[in-house]
T-cell receptor, first 111, second 113 residues
Framework: ETGVTQSPTHLIKTRGQQVTLRCSSQ?????VSWYQQALGQGPQFIFQ???????GRGNFPPRFSGLQFPNYSSELNVNALELDDSALYLC??????????FGEGSRLTVL | GEDVEQSLFLSVREGDSSVINCTYT??????LYWYKQEPGAGLQLLTY?????DMKQDQRLTVLLNKKDKHLSLRIADTQTGDSAIYFC?????????????FGTGTRLQVTL
């Protein structure tokens, strides 16, 4: 039990649509990161938020955006969905030694 | 580059030891991690090691770190069927005020009876 909860667990969208994924931490992690895990791959860093500001970003286009709220919950928004956006999206709260405590993920299918 | 490399597959018999290997890229990584992912689930942190350590033991898990060769291994003693999963190693990279984990592609461990 990591204390990180993600919703929804599964969702299906069509190309061109927009999606919002949510993450909350019962442990109050003030640094939250989002990762994309395509089928058969390791997770890839999308971005990191600290105190409601984005402070690091991976190699993802601007249509991937996020928010962090004062209660440390977080959102990942993806606009203009493409087929290749189909993946498991993981939210992680950061611990004291940099480790990430992940939620169960949101599995997005784009048709 | 930023590739963390792992072998794709390992099969062991129940009760034997498993050794999963990983080669990472950044010698300045302060911590290295091992995660476990069961089918349809998120990633579970198993253990981590600080870069100034050579070895860390945690119950059935032993982590070995060779900084010179940038090689990390995870040994699971007395492997059980419940250990069947995909195992990811990860290194932490600091860029400015951010820190990110770079993961390998994962090693699928199959435990047979």
């Amino acid at each position: 039990e990591t204390g990180v909860t993600q919703s929804p667990t599964h969702l299906i969208k069509t190309r061109g649509q927009q999606v919002t994924l949510r993450c909350s931490s019962q442990s109050g992690h003030n640094t939250v990161s989002w990762y994309q895990q395509a089928l058969g791959q390791g997770p890839q860093f999308i971005f990191q938020y600290y105190r409601e500001e984005e402070n690091g970003r991976g190699n993802f286009p601007p249509r991937f955006s996020g928010l962090q709220f004062p209660n440390y919950s977080s959102e990942l928004n993806v606009n203009a969905l493409e087929l290749d956006d189909s993946a498991l999206y993981l939210c992680g709260g950061q611990g004291n030694t940099g480790e990430l405590f992940f939620g169960e993920g949101s599995r997005l299918t784009v048709l | 580059g930023e590739d963390v490399e792992q072998s794709l597959f390992l099969s062991v018999r129940e009760g034997d030891s498993s050794v999963i290997n990983c080669t990472y890229t950044d010698s300045s990584s302060t911590y290295l991690y091992w995660y476990k992912q069961e089918p349809g689930a998120g990633l579970q942190l198993l253990t981590y090691i600080f870069s100034n350590m050579d070895m860390k033991q945690d119950q059935r898990l032993t982590v070995l770190l060779n900084k010179k060769d940038k090689h990390l291994s995870l040994r699971i003693a007395d492997t059980q069927t419940g250990d069947s999963a995909i195992y990811f190693c990860a290194e932490i990279l600091h860029t400015g005020t951010a820190s990110k984990l770079t993961f390998g592609t994962g090693t699928r461990l199959q435990v047979t009876l």
